[in-house]
């Protein structure tokens, strides 16, 4: 299991953002129970008056490979608006090389990029209007190029296929290309889809609905080659995240206040395998027979957790956490 952390270094007050900076970093924990620190960068960030100055990290990683996007904003009322992004990748704990790095005027900063064991894919040059995509192979360092593959938002890679939301004609539409065969396998509308996930034979789980309201609108939505148009599993979703594996799909469902983590299986059948109840969820994956999720911890950050699905269901506990009080005086 991966996670990002990030720990204030000065100034993080949420009510007084006219500059903060973070030291954020990825860490791991395999069977052997140690959590290595995989990178570590400090994150800077400056708004109000005249300049406003803003970036961020992301992370993929396999056995094979870890990839890190760096992204930054900056923007001045005489200079305008311009942004950058760096990718580096390699063997986790190895060297690693930097396969994008550019910079443009009005440029947000977005780099799409998805990995699938020991194969990346990515823009080469996302600062430009050009939609590219590349694949590259770290086991045996090739890198081809996919003809007519625009990829300018989200990505997904799994096995033969490679999954891209596109901007079309005002209209969002999914996009699901088979790059052993050369040819787009089958496209549909995507409107108001939040997160998506790929399978090995090219089924999209996706799940949809208003950014304001993700679980009272969540639609979980089912594509695939045989039938490309979305068809809706007709369950209480929070359109928050999706994953798919072997046909089984997981999801964060609701009643109320109330919060699960649950899989559709292939013949539709649902079971709940996380029941957080009132306490808050995090992000969560899943991968063959195992699960991982995180969950608000009483000390204010989260705790992170990880089950294999016939331990299923599983409680997170009560949301009643204990009073502490510190010493000294308070003014």
């Keep these: 299991v991966a996670w990002a952390q990030a720990r204030c270094v000065e100034d993080c007050d949420p009510e007084l953002r006219n500059f903060s900076s973070e030291r954020w970093e990825v860490r791991s924990m395999g069977r052997d129970g140690r959590a290595p620190r995989l990178f ?20 993929l990683l396999s056995e094979q490979v870890f990839a890190t996007v760096h992204r930054t904003q900056r923007g001045d009322e005489t200079e305008g608006e311009s942004g950058s992004a760096e990718l580096l990748a390699g063997s986790p704990g190895g060297r690693r090389e930097r396969l994008v790095d550019c910079a443009a005027d009005f440029f947000d900063g977005s780099a799409p990029v998805a990995l699938d064991a020991a194969v990346l894919a990515y823009d080469p040059n996302p600062c430009d209007d050009f939609g ?9 360092g090739v890198t081809r190029a996919l003809p007519d593959a625009p990829a300018r938002t989200a990505l997904r890679l799994r096995g ?6 596109a901007e079309e004609g005002g209209g969002t539409t999914l996009v699901v290309y088979d790059h052993v065969v050369g040819a787009v396998a089958y496209s549909a509308p995507a409107a108001d889809v939040r997160a998506f996930d790929l399978d090995a034979d090219g089924t999209v789980a996706a799940v949809a609905g208003r950014a304001s309201r993700p679980c009272s609108s969540g639609r979980l939505l089912r594509y695939s080659v045989a039938s490309p148009a979305p068809a809706e599993i007709d369950v209480p979703v929070c359109a928050t995240g999706v994953r798919i594996d072997a046909g089984r799909i997981v999801f964060l469902g609701w009643e109320g206040a109330s919060r699960t983590l649950r899989l559709v299986a292939p013949d539709g059948s649902v079971r709940d395998l996380v029941r957080f109840g009132r306490v808050r969820p995090g992000g969560f994956d899943a991968e063959g027979e195992r699960i991982a999720w995180a969950a608000r911890a009483c000390s204010g950050g989260e705790a992170i957790f990880t089950a294999g699905l016939g331990q299923a269901p599983l409680g997170v506990g009560s949301i009643n956490c204990r009073a502490r009080f510190g010493s000294g005086v308070v003014p």
């Design 160 to 165: 033969r296929f490679a999954a891209w939301l």
């Design 132 to 140: 590219r995509l590349v694949l590259r192979d770290f086991t045996t």
């Design 40 to 59: 570590r960068a400090r994150v800077d960030h400056a708004t109000g008056g005249a300049q406003f100055f803003d970036e961020s990290y992301s992370f």
